[in-house]
Structures are given as C-alpha cells and as structure tokens.
C-alpha cells in the first residue's frame, strides 16, 4: 500500500487535538488548523480541534502534515504482512516526536487490540510498527495514531480519529456461476451471464468489478468486457449479463478485477466453461456440485455448516446434536443453490425431490438455467421426511440448477441445527438419453 495523501475526503473525518503554547505557532502549527482554542501567553497549554488539511509527497508543502499506511477505508489481504507507516513532513528536523499506534475491533476505540507506545521517527520522519496480533478476514478495523512533541520548553499532543481497514481473506475473487471448469447453457443466448463471489459482504466501502471476456487461454480475443461493475450488497455474488453471442461446445475464457476504495486489485482467473445445451446434459441424479449458500444473519449456533452433506444421495443419521449426520442446516431465511448432476427434465408430475431432516420446516424451492438464475419458483411446502415440487409449477421444461430458501422467520432462535436441514435433492425420473427439453 502506498504513501497516502490526506485528500480531502478523508480530511473531514480527521480530528487533530492540540495543546500547546502560543509561542508555538512557528513553524508546527499548520495553516489549515482553524479554530484553534489556544492558552493565554505564557500560559501552561490550551486545546483546540479542527479538521487537518494537507497533502504530502512531491506536493507537500508547508501546511503538510502526515502521511499514513495503510490509507483510511483500504483493503488488507490477512496472510501478508501488516505494517503501519506513518511519516512525519514537519517535525523530524527539530523534534522528537513519540508516537502511539492503537487498533481497534470498533469504531467506538474503546478497548484497543494491540497498541504500541514511544515509537520514534527515523532521519526520514518515518515511524513503522508492525502489529503481533492476527487480524480476521472479511471484517472492518479501525486504528489511530497520537504523538507528543517536546522540545526544551513546548509540548505539542495530537491525537487522530480512527481510520478504517478492511480485512480480506484474500484478493482472489471465487467464480460463482460458472464455475471454473462448468457449463453455460447455450439456450440462454443474448444473456449470459456471469457472477464472482463478492470480495467482501460490506456496504461500507465501494467495490466495483471489471469483467472480461476471451476465446483463448491466453486471453488476446476479447469477446466482450464490463468495467466499473458496482458490488450488489443485497447478496453474496456479483453479474454481469453479455449479450455477446457464444458458439455451441466452444469454450470460453474470463477474468474479473475488483477495485477497492479505487484502489484496483489483482486479476482473478482465468476461468473457463463450456457452452453446452443443457437439454442434452445427463449425469448422475442429484446435486453434486453447491454453489453457493446465503445466510440473512450471522448465526454462531450453527453445526452442520458443510455445504457438500447437501449433494449426493440421501444420507442423514442420528438423533441428537452429537450423533447429527449428513445435512446442512442452511437457517432461517437462508437459501441454497446447487447444480444438478443432470438436467431435470419436467416430466408427468412432480419432479424434484428434497430430503430435509431433523424437523419439518417450510420452505420454497426455485429452478434455475444458471447458477445465479433467473429463479422460477416451484412453490412452497412444508417439508418433513422429503418433499417434491414440479417443474411445471415454475412454467419451465428444465432446470440444471435448484435454489432451495427457508421461510421461516428469520428471528426464528438461532441453533445447532436452525433452519431447514438439506440432506439431499434428487429428481425423480432419470434422465434418458432420448430425452430433450419439452
Ligand atoms: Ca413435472
Ligand atoms: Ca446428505
């Protein structure tokens, strides 16, 4: 991360605090400090606050102040080093300045993480401190900086307002639909699409993806592009449709780019699919691959968390929490997406079956061409032992995708087994080979 600059953005949320002595003024106090409430002449200190403006770097100049790393509301990738630079643009010629650094887990900096104190400046003016502690992924901290400037007869004390810094697990975006290596379904022509995974589920920061498009591995024949595309906060997964035309059992190559803050990010990718007619896609008959599962709250409670117990044939066993097997508890609220081994096909009848298990909950089965729909709903059912749904009911011949979304109130108790508890989903008539789309 870079040398940062005060912009001016940034410049409303930065409350400096000084005291100090009027004689002071020259050549520390700052210009851009206004409002300054200072002590009587001669007197033994005075506060005051107000908004620091200032640059720094080759446009520093005599109002300059700080320049900080990592910059307010940037983005951290967790598994490389963290390190905090500060540096001074003022002071290091005549002072010595002591420096604290504190993080923080809110924005209230009422009990800090870690915090260092009695850093000093180099012969550069810069102070570098790197944390012990491991910051979580996906999640928002906060930190400042104060420091206390003395020389034979002044004492000047600043202290900052916080500055965010988001945790990522890393900058590698997941391809949602499709997957790296899956299928797209030709007969979506002129609306393709594809969705990543979003690079952190916060409404804070602006996140936008840039998606690309290639014939080739090595990715020289574009095939179309979208830059700037906003993060959709209301979900976990972001799309972009092409209206580009893909040719049948060709395959295809794509990468995507998130920008944080304007600060772009490493390309993801390439990924690669192949179009395919997914009226004619046999394989075996169950979800064997989870998409994507999304949860309306965070509930800690939760056991049985892994997705893969909802694929493949019904196996769920046991009767209590410890003996519990074979299923996932998706919440209330929550919803599920997996791609059929095969495409079902809508037969005579009800073609869908979803086995839950541990209790009867209520919940609304969608069918969908892609990964991240457009979804048709099957209706809703309460759902014991298992329970089926048809095709027909959504007004579509197939479905290679199945969205399964809990109804039940989502201040429904949290708990080890909260929500419906997905062991399978299967069709009920194979898939033949003679068999195509109605
Ligand atoms: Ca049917
Ligand atoms: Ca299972």
Same mark, same amino acid.
């Given at each position: 991360?870079?040398?940062?600059?005060?912009?001016?953005?940034?410049?409303? =949320?930065? %409350?400096?605090?000084?005291?100090?002595?009027?004689?002071?003024?020259?050549?520390?106090?700052?210009?851009?400090?206004?409002?300054? %409430?200072?002590?009587?002449?001669?007197? /033994?200190?005075?506060?005051?606050?107000?908004?620091?403006?200032?640059?720094? *770097?080759?446009?520093?100049?005599?109002?300059?102040?700080?320049?900080?790393?990592?910059?307010?509301?940037?983005?951290?990738?967790?598994?490389?080093?963290?390190?905090?630079?500060?540096?001074?643009?003022?002071?290091?010629?005549?002072?010595?300045?002591?420096?604290?650094?504190?993080?923080?887990?809110?924005?209230?900096?009422?009990?800090?993480? !870690?915090?260092?104190?009695?850093?000093?400046?180099?012969?550069?003016?810069?102070?570098?401190?790197?944390?012990?502690?491991?910051?979580?992924?996906? =999640?928002?901290?906060? &930190?400042?900086?104060?420091?206390?400037?003395?020389?034979?007869?002044?004492?000047?004390?600043?202290?900052?307002?916080?500055?965010?810094?988001?945790?990522?697990?890393?900058?590698?975006?997941?391809?949602? /639909?499709?997957?790296?290596?899956?299928?797209?379904?030709?007969?979506?022509? /002129?609306?393709?699409?594809?969705?990543?995974?979003?690079?952190?589920?916060?409404?804070?920061?602006?996140?936008?993806?840039?998606?690309?498009?290639?014939?080739?591995?090595?990715?020289?024949?574009?095939?179309?592009?979208?830059?700037?595309?906003?993060?959709?906060?209301?979900?976990?997964?972001?799309?972009?449709?092409?209206?580009?035309?893909?040719?049948? !059992?060709?395959?295809?190559?794509?990468? %995507? =780019?998130?920008?944080?803050?304007?600060?772009?990010?490493? &390309?993801? *990718?390439?990924?690669?699919?192949?179009?395919?007619?997914?009226?004619?896609?046999?394989?075996?008959?169950?979800?064997?691959?989870?998409?994507? &599962?999304?949860?309306?709250?965070?509930?800690?409670?939760?056991?049985?968390?892994?997705?893969?117990?909802?694929?493949?044939?019904?196996?769920?066993?046991?009767?209590?929490?410890?003996?519990?097997?074979?299923?996932?508890?998706?919440?209330?609220?929550?919803?599920?997406?997996?791609?059929? *081994?095969?495409?079902?096909?809508?037969?005579?009848?009800?073609?869908?079956?979803?086995?839950?298990?541990?209790?009867?909950?209520?919940?609304? %089965?969608?069918?969908?061409?892609?990964?991240?729909?457009?979804?048709?709903?099957? *209706?809703? =059912?309460?759902?014991?032992?298992?329970?089926?749904?048809?095709?027909?009911?959504?007004?579509?011949?197939?479905?290679?995708?199945?969205?399964?979304?809990?109804? &039940?109130?989502?201040?429904?108790?949290?708990?080890?087994?909260?929500?419906?508890?997905?062991?399978?989903?299967? !069709?009920?008539?194979?898939?033949?080979?003679?068999?195509?789309?109605?």
């Amino acid at each position: 991360m870079g040398v940062f600059a005060f912009s001016q953005k940034i410049n409303s =949320k930065i %409350v400096v605090n000084v005291v100090f002595r009027k004689q002071f003024f020259f050549p520390l106090v700052l210009v851009a400090l206004v409002a300054i %409430v200072s002590c009587g002449g001669g007197g /033994g200190g005075g506060t005051g606050s107000s908004s620091v403006s200032g640059t720094c *770097g080759d446009n520093a100049t005599s109002f300059s102040i700080f320049c900080i790393s990592p910059v307010d509301n940037s983005a951290f990738v967790t598994d490389s080093l963290l390190q905090f630079v500060i540096t001074n643009l003022e002071s290091h010629s005549y002072t010595d300045g002591k420096y604290s650094i504190s993080i923080f887990a809110d924005n209230l900096l009422s009990e800090p993480l !870690e915090e260092v104190d009695g850093l000093t400046e180099d012969e550069n003016g810069t102070v570098t401190w790197a944390p012990t502690i491991t910051l979580g992924s996906d =999640k928002v901290y906060y &930190w400042r900086f104060s420091a206390v400037f003395t020389t034979s007869n002044n004492k000047q004390e600043l202290e900052t307002g916080s500055f965010a810094l988001y945790t990522l697990g890393s900058g590698t975006l997941n391809p949602i /639909g499709p997957r790296n290596s899956g299928h797209m379904d030709i007969n979506l022509s /002129g609306a393709f699409r594809f969705a990543v995974a979003n690079l952190l589920n916060s409404s804070g920061p602006t996140i936008t993806y840039d998606f690309e498009l290639y014939r080739d591995p090595d990715m020289t024949d574009l095939v179309d592009s979208a830059y700037d595309v906003p993060q959709v906060n209301s979900g976990i997964h972001t799309s972009w449709i092409t209206s580009a035309e893909l040719a049948q !059992e060709s395959f295809y190559y794509w990468r %995507v =780019k998130p920008t944080f803050n304007g600060t772009p990010l490493e &390309w993801s *990718g390439p990924f690669y699919f192949q179009v395919k007619n997914y009226c004619e896609l046999s394989g075996p008959p169950y979800a064997y691959y989870a998409i994507e &599962w999304w949860r309306v709250r965070e509930c800690n409670e939760l056991l049985f968390t892994n997705m893969d117990e909802a694929l493949g044939r019904p196996n769920a066993s046991g009767l209590t929490n410890s003996e519990y097997r074979g299923f996932l508890s998706i919440d209330f609220g929550g919803e599920l997406v997996v791609e059929m *081994g095969s495409t079902v096909l809508n037969g005579s009848g009800n073609d869908i079956r979803v086995y839950e298990y541990v209790s009867t909950e209520f919940i609304e %089965v969608f069918a969908g061409m892609s990964e991240t729909g457009p979804w048709y709903s099957l *209706g809703s =059912k309460w759902c014991g032992e298992y329970c089926d749904f048809d095709l027909g009911a959504g007004g579509v011949s197939y479905a290679k995708y199945i969205k399964v979304k809990d109804l &039940w109130h989502i201040t429904g108790s949290c708990h080890a087994s909260a929500g419906a508890d997905i062991d399978a989903i299967t !069709e009920i008539h194979p898939f033949s080979s003679s068999d195509m789309c109605g």
